[in-house]
Protein backbone atom coordinates (compact mmCIF):
# COMPACT_ATOMS: atom_id res chain seq x y z
CA UNK A 1 0.00 0.00 0.00
CA UNK A 2 1.90 2.72 -0.66
CA UNK A 3 0.29 5.27 1.50
CA UNK A 4 2.08 3.33 4.19
CA UNK A 5 5.22 3.59 2.52
CA UNK A 6 5.59 7.01 3.22
CA UNK A 7 4.67 6.41 6.94
CA UNK A 8 7.43 3.32 7.10
CA UNK A 9 9.59 5.68 5.69
CA UNK A 10 9.55 8.78 7.24
CA UNK A 11 8.43 8.30 11.23
CA UNK A 12 12.08 6.22 11.69
CA UNK A 13 14.02 9.07 9.33
CA UNK A 14 12.89 11.63 11.79
CA UNK A 15 13.89 10.08 14.26
CA UNK A 16 16.90 10.20 13.20
CA UNK A 17 16.91 13.27 11.76
CA UNK A 18 15.80 14.24 15.26
CA UNK A 19 18.19 12.86 16.91
CA UNK A 20 21.10 14.66 15.08
CA UNK A 21 19.72 18.21 15.10
CA UNK A 22 22.07 20.77 17.32
CA UNK A 23 20.59 21.79 20.31
CA UNK A 24 19.74 25.54 19.72
CA UNK A 25 19.91 25.57 15.83
CA UNK A 26 15.89 26.77 15.87
CA UNK A 27 15.70 27.16 12.06
CA UNK A 28 16.65 23.64 12.03
CA UNK A 29 14.49 22.38 14.36
CA UNK A 30 11.96 24.58 12.38
CA UNK A 31 12.32 22.69 9.72
CA UNK A 32 12.17 19.15 10.57
CA UNK A 33 9.24 19.80 12.98
CA UNK A 34 7.22 21.58 10.10
CA UNK A 35 7.58 17.80 8.39
CA UNK A 36 6.65 16.00 11.34
CA UNK A 37 3.49 17.89 12.02
CA UNK A 38 2.65 16.49 8.11
CA UNK A 39 3.38 13.31 8.97
CA UNK A 40 1.89 12.82 12.32
CA UNK A 41 -1.42 14.31 10.83
CA UNK A 42 -1.71 12.44 7.75
CA UNK A 43 -0.85 9.08 9.81
CA UNK A 44 -3.58 10.05 12.46
CA UNK A 45 -6.37 11.46 10.17
CA UNK A 46 -5.45 7.92 8.55
CA UNK A 47 -5.91 5.41 11.35
CA UNK A 48 -9.51 8.01 11.98
CA UNK A 49 -10.45 7.04 8.63
CA UNK A 50 -10.04 3.69 8.64
CA UNK A 51 -12.33 3.47 12.12
CA UNK A 52 -14.60 5.39 10.96
CA UNK A 53 -14.98 4.54 7.19
CA UNK A 54 -13.75 0.96 6.45
CA UNK A 55 -13.97 -1.10 9.84
CA UNK A 56 -17.30 -1.08 10.44
CA UNK A 57 -17.96 -2.15 6.76
CA UNK A 58 -15.56 -5.09 6.63
CA UNK A 59 -16.74 -6.13 10.15
CA UNK A 60 -20.30 -6.02 8.89
CA UNK A 61 -19.67 -7.75 5.26
CA UNK A 62 -16.81 -10.46 6.15
CA UNK A 63 -16.32 -13.05 8.73
CA UNK A 64 -13.23 -11.83 10.95
CA UNK A 65 -11.79 -13.80 13.34
CA UNK A 66 -12.67 -12.30 16.89
CA UNK A 67 -8.85 -12.59 17.69
CA UNK A 68 -8.35 -10.63 14.63
CA UNK A 69 -10.50 -7.98 15.45
CA UNK A 70 -9.18 -7.29 19.37
CA UNK A 71 -5.90 -7.24 17.57
CA UNK A 72 -6.39 -4.67 15.06
CA UNK A 73 -8.01 -2.97 17.73
CA UNK A 74 -5.51 -2.87 20.24
CA UNK A 75 -3.15 -1.84 17.75
CA UNK A 76 -4.97 0.98 16.81
CA UNK A 77 -5.37 2.21 20.35
CA UNK A 78 -1.68 1.87 20.81
CA UNK A 79 -0.94 4.45 17.39
CA UNK A 80 -3.42 6.54 19.00
CA UNK A 81 -1.42 6.82 22.13
CA UNK A 82 1.85 6.98 20.66
CA UNK A 83 0.80 9.41 18.71
CA UNK A 84 0.04 11.54 21.35
CA UNK A 85 2.90 10.93 23.18
CA UNK A 86 5.07 12.30 20.07
CA UNK A 87 2.68 14.86 19.52
CA UNK A 88 3.36 16.58 22.77
CA UNK A 89 6.89 16.06 22.87
CA UNK A 90 7.00 17.64 19.86
CA UNK A 91 6.08 20.65 21.18
CA UNK A 92 8.14 20.56 24.05
CA UNK A 93 11.40 20.25 21.78
CA UNK A 94 10.01 23.02 19.38
CA UNK A 95 9.86 25.09 23.09
CA UNK A 96 13.33 23.93 24.43
CA UNK A 97 15.08 23.23 21.61
CA UNK A 98 17.42 20.87 23.67
CA UNK A 99 19.33 17.74 23.78
CA UNK A 100 16.99 16.29 26.39
CA UNK A 101 13.70 16.74 24.74
CA UNK A 102 15.46 15.55 21.25
CA UNK A 103 16.07 12.59 22.11
CA UNK A 104 12.55 11.84 24.20
CA UNK A 105 11.19 12.75 20.76
CA UNK A 106 13.20 10.80 19.31
CA UNK A 107 12.36 7.49 20.85
CA UNK A 108 9.07 8.30 20.82
CA UNK A 109 8.91 7.91 17.21
CA UNK A 110 10.99 4.92 16.77
CA UNK A 111 8.15 3.56 19.54
CA UNK A 112 5.73 4.28 17.36
CA UNK A 113 7.09 3.14 14.07
CA UNK A 114 7.25 -0.06 15.88
CA UNK A 115 3.30 -0.06 17.03
CA UNK A 116 2.45 1.34 13.14
CA UNK A 117 4.78 -1.13 11.32
CA UNK A 118 3.27 -4.22 13.23
CA UNK A 119 -0.20 -2.89 12.52
CA UNK A 120 0.07 -2.00 8.62
CA UNK A 121 1.71 -5.58 8.46
CA UNK A 122 -1.47 -7.17 9.83
CA UNK A 123 -3.03 -4.87 7.59
CA UNK A 124 -1.62 -5.55 4.34
CA UNK A 125 -1.32 -9.29 4.79
CA UNK A 126 -5.28 -9.82 6.33
CA UNK A 127 -7.28 -7.17 5.28
CA UNK A 128 -5.97 -5.56 2.03
CA UNK A 129 -7.12 -8.82 -0.02
CA UNK A 130 -10.06 -8.32 1.38
CA UNK A 131 -10.76 -4.71 0.38
CA UNK A 132 -11.15 -5.74 -3.85
CA UNK A 133 -14.28 -7.76 -2.96
CA UNK A 134 -15.71 -5.97 0.06
CA UNK A 135 -15.07 -2.39 -0.04
CA UNK A 136 -16.24 -0.31 -3.29
CA UNK A 137 -14.43 2.08 -5.13
CA UNK A 138 -16.43 4.99 -4.01
CA UNK A 139 -15.65 3.64 -0.65
CA UNK A 140 -11.71 3.79 -1.31
CA UNK A 141 -12.18 7.14 -3.19
CA UNK A 142 -14.42 8.33 0.79
CA UNK A 143 -11.38 6.71 2.61
CA UNK A 144 -8.71 9.06 0.34
CA UNK A 145 -10.45 12.03 -0.24
CA UNK A 146 -10.87 12.25 3.95
CA UNK A 147 -7.22 12.32 3.97
CA UNK A 148 -7.04 14.56 1.56
CA UNK A 149 -8.59 16.94 3.23
CA UNK A 150 -7.00 16.91 6.44
CA UNK A 151 -3.80 17.70 4.44
CA UNK A 152 -2.77 21.30 4.35
CA UNK A 153 -3.35 22.90 0.84
CA UNK A 154 0.07 24.10 0.90
CA UNK A 155 1.15 20.83 1.97
CA UNK A 156 -0.38 18.50 -0.45
CA UNK A 157 2.14 18.39 -3.00
CA UNK A 158 4.50 17.41 -1.29
CA UNK A 159 2.56 15.08 0.70
CA UNK A 160 2.09 13.71 -2.92
CA UNK A 161 5.80 13.54 -3.45
CA UNK A 162 5.85 11.99 -0.27
CA UNK A 163 3.39 9.04 -1.48
CA UNK A 164 4.67 8.53 -4.89
CA UNK A 165 8.21 8.57 -3.88
CA UNK A 166 8.62 4.97 -3.49
CA UNK A 167 6.22 4.10 -5.62
CA UNK A 168 6.20 1.12 -8.75
CA UNK A 169 5.75 3.14 -12.32
CA UNK A 170 2.79 1.03 -12.03
CA UNK A 171 1.52 2.07 -9.18
CA UNK A 172 2.44 5.83 -10.29
CA UNK A 173 0.37 5.92 -13.33
CA UNK A 174 -2.58 4.80 -11.79
CA UNK A 175 -2.52 7.34 -8.46
CA UNK A 176 -1.50 10.22 -10.79
CA UNK A 177 -4.55 8.75 -13.50
CA UNK A 178 -6.98 9.39 -10.73
CA UNK A 179 -6.34 13.03 -10.63
CA UNK A 180 -7.44 15.83 -12.62
CA UNK A 181 -5.95 16.95 -15.45
CA UNK A 182 -5.23 20.25 -13.79
CA UNK A 183 -3.63 18.58 -10.59
CA UNK A 184 -1.36 16.23 -12.89
CA UNK A 185 0.36 19.17 -14.54
CA UNK A 186 0.70 21.50 -11.28
CA UNK A 187 2.35 17.99 -10.02
CA UNK A 188 4.62 17.57 -13.39
CA UNK A 189 5.09 21.47 -13.45
CA UNK A 190 5.91 22.69 -10.21
CA UNK A 191 5.34 19.67 -7.74
CA UNK A 192 8.14 17.45 -8.20
CA UNK A 193 10.58 20.65 -8.02
CA UNK A 194 9.39 21.41 -4.63
CA UNK A 195 9.24 18.23 -3.49
CA UNK A 196 13.08 17.65 -4.41
CA UNK A 197 13.53 21.05 -2.74
CA UNK A 198 11.94 19.93 0.59
CA UNK A 199 13.36 16.74 1.02
CA UNK A 200 17.03 18.11 0.49
CA UNK A 201 16.43 21.04 3.04
CA UNK A 202 14.59 17.61 5.51
CA UNK A 203 16.53 15.20 5.00
CA UNK A 204 20.23 17.26 4.67
CA UNK A 205 22.42 15.99 7.57
CA UNK A 206 23.41 17.62 10.27
CA UNK A 207 25.83 20.60 10.07
CA UNK A 208 25.72 20.23 6.12
CA UNK A 209 24.79 23.63 4.21
CA UNK A 210 21.16 23.72 2.91
CA UNK A 211 21.07 23.90 -1.29
CA UNK A 212 19.16 26.89 -2.68
Known sequence: MVLHRVFRREIPLLADLIEGTAPGDRQRLSTIADHLDLILDALGEHHEGEDDLLWPKLQERT??????????AGQHEAIAGALATAANLSYQWRTEADRDSALRLADALRELDRHAAAHMDDEEELLLPLMSDHITPREWFEVGERGRRSVPKSKLLIFLGAILEDATAQERHQFLAQMPAPARLLWRT????LYARTTTRVRRPSGSIPRT
Do not use: E
Open 63 to 72: VLGADVVARM
Open 190 to 193: VGTR
